[in-house]
């Protein structure tokens, strides 16, 4: 975004840059050289014969005296041929510096200045070849073609015989060859200077136009004005270089189209900046262009009446479009349209200045400005376009604002349905833990209290089996309600808790209990239903060794197996097991099960002497999964 209101800014800042150095160069020529107009002689009026002949005409030759500017048409209507002027002036003495005349513009196609009977230069020539903008007609004379006394300075001109032709002679000035060419400058400066200044003006906003475009490249507005200035400045680049070349259609059409090719793309794009587009006028306005371009070739040559028509044409549809503009821009009125209403206005006083100067609204010798619209449409254009840009980065920024508060309220949101979510899956894995620990413990426990009812109810025990049958279940219900407490995954702290409750046990069997826990990694799932189970599987494993083993030693070593797994290992001196039957009599299906359920695997070994060896394998990452209670009391063997 900051490189498309830099891009804009420079656009816009090259226009002013170019505009400003032009003005600059303009005051400069025409502050040159206070009074040395005075030393300058204006010729208005001149003597005319028209004759066939290209040899200057002698006294006796029918001179007619005429008013300068002259105008064939109008006191020679509908015919053609070679036409000479003479202007006769005394000089006291021959100028020791060089002297020039300058005639404002060369309104022929074939002319030859002579100074007593001497060639100057003609249409042929450097200086006489005429811009097409007003560009003057400055011709050096050297002290040595001067004399003391009467000197004559001769036009010979070609005019056509069409009525409507604008041929003739303009006001000649002569003097000092300095002043002359400073008089001359000022119009070289509002003509030539200024359409290569124009071409130069265009040549940069195209690129960076289309530099801009890049960037953003649905806006098609920036695109067509990029390739309006392109083309335009391309055109003006080819006048230059094949002006002096024979290829007079080609010069004929490059002139055309450095008149008329930015009216089109002017209106259309205009049109386009206050919302209208219509792809089939657009169709018909291109096509109006290509025709009004073109003419020369298929006429074969400039014609006077069509390049009237061609300006009355564009002038309409400039005005129309700023009626356009101004009807369908949205109220209250932006000051870019009112620039651009304004421009293209201007723009058609500029065009319609050709059919003034013929209509004999304007001096013929005034300077021509018509090439001065294509600043008026760069300026107006490119302050639409720059707005265009300050209105799309405030809407980038509002949208910016905006979605930066919806991303906010929906991170908000997804926060809170994601916190509601997680406290429903907590919610929920304590629901599942409580479901299994009360259905281990309801099958455990449950099944010590039946079994100590039913020996009450016999009455074969004494009351000191039923104190003992009433720790025990008592002992069982302290290890389901260590189960329940935090782990944060610490096996040993598990193991600690177990073996404090085990201690009583132990100690009234007489066995010796030897127990080693290393360092052991953290466990992941170790939650209150897989430490239940763990509790379950070691308590049965140790509970056979005193009960049913007969074992007098027994030892539990814990430690880290490999990289993933942990190993808890049970050996006893007590009686092994049956080859035929391992496992038999201590549950071993049941604990197995229990195992499997959270991802632990268990193997039992008997030593060829008698003893047990129990090893009990966890991963670091047991399996939390509800797979349903496994049946059977804590300690087996008292139920």
């Not at 065009?351 to 619209?373: C, K, N, Q, S």
Request: include cysteine; proline fraction near 4%; charge should be neutral.
């Amino acid at each position: 975004m900051m490189r498309t209101t830099a891009g804009a800014l420079s656009h816009t800042i090259a226009v002013f840059l170019g505009c400003i150095s032009f003005l600059q160069g303009f005051s400069l020529v025409r502050g040159a050289e206070p009074g040395a107009h005075q030393s300058v002689i204006v010729f208005d009026r001149a003597e005319f014969v028209l004759s066939d002949a290209r040899a200057a005409p002698g006294d006796e030759a029918d001179w007619q005296s005429t008013a300068l500017p002259h105008e064939w048409r109008l006191t020679h209507p509908g015919r053609g041929g070679i036409g000479w002027y003479r202007i006769r002036f005394e000089l006291p003495h021959v100028p020791a510096n060089a002297q020039a005349i300058m005639i404002a513009h060369a309104r022929s196609y074939g002319f030859a200045v002579f100074v007593n009977e001497n060639l100057l230069g003609d249409s042929g020539g450097f200086i006489a070849r005429s811009s097409g903008l007003g560009t003057p007609v400055f011709l050096s004379i050297p002290p040595s073609l001067l004399r003391d006394g009467e000197n004559v300075i001769r036009v010979r001109m070609n005019a056509s015989s069409a009525g409507i032709a604008m041929h003739g002679l303009g006001r000649v000035d002569f003097g000092g060859a300095r002043a002359v060419r400073n008089k001359a400058s000022m119009a070289i400066q509002l003509g030539f200077n200024a359409e290569r200044s124009f071409v130069a003006l265009l040549l940069s906003a195209g690129l960076i136009s289309l530099f801009l475009w890049f960037a953003r490249r649905n806006d098609r507005v920036m695109l067509w004005f990029s390739i309006a200035c392109l083309s335009w400045s391309v055109a003006g680049v080819l006048r230059h270089v094949l002006r002096w070349s024979d290829l007079l259609l080609l010069d004929s059409v490059l002139i055309t189209y450095l008149r008329y090719g930015l009216v089109v793309p002017a209106v259309i794009l205009c049109l386009r900046t206050v919302g209208l587009r219509h792809a089939r006028f657009e169709v018909i306005l291109g096509l109006f262009l290509m025709t009004e371009i073109t003419y020369p070739l298929w006429l074969g040559m400039v014609n006077v009446a069509a390049i009237l028509g061609l300006d009355i044409a564009n002038t309409a549809l400039l005005l129309a479009g700023a009626a356009v503009v101004l009807y369908a821009a949205p109220r209250p009125l932006r000051w870019s349209d009112g620039i651009q209403i304004a421009a293209l206005i201007l723009m058609a006083t500029l065009m319609f200045e050709g059919v003034a100067r013929y209509l004999g609204w304007i001096d013929v010798e005034t300077p021509v400005f018509r090439h001065f619209h294509v600043p008026v449409m760069l300026i107006a254009l490119g302050t639409a376009i720059f707005e265009r840009h300050v209105l799309a980065m405030r809407q980038i920024d509002r949208m910016t604002v905006d979605l930066e508060r919806r991303i906010e309220d929906k991170t908000r949101e997804i926060e809170e349905n994601h916190a509601r979510v997680e406290q429903a899956k907590r919610e929920h894995a304590l629901a599942l833990e409580r479901q299994r620990i009360l259905a281990d413990m309801g099958d455990g426990l449950g099944a010590s209290l039946t079994g100590l009812l039913r020996h009450v109810q016999s009455g074969g025990s004494g009351r000191g089996n039923i104190e003992r049958r009433v720790q025990e279940v008592l002992q069982e219900m302290r290890i389901a309600i260590d189960a329940l407490q935090a782990h944060a995954g610490d096996l040993a702290s598990v193991l600690g808790n177990l073996r404090y409750r085990l201690d009583d046990m132990v100690l009234a069997a007489g066995v010796r209990l030897t127990w080693e826990v290393a360092e052991l990694p953290t466990i992941e799932g170790l939650t209150s239903s897989t430490v239940f189970s763990l509790q379950r599987i070691l308590v049965e494993t140790i509970t056979h060794a005193l009960k049913h083993a007969g074992a007098r030693q027994i030892a539990l070593r814990a430690q880290a197996k490999d990289e993933d797994r942990v190993e808890i290992r049970i050996e006893h001196d007590g009686a092994g097991l049956d080859p035929s039957h391992p496992g038999a009599g201590m549950g071993l299906p049941g604990m197995r099960t229990r195992a499997e359920r959270i991802g632990a695997s268990i193997d039992v070994a008997s030593g060829p002497d008698g003893g047990a060896a129990f090893s009990l394998v966890l991963p670091l990452k047991l399996a939390t999964a509800f797979a349903g209670p496994v049946a059977g009391p804590l300690v087996p063997g008292y139920a």
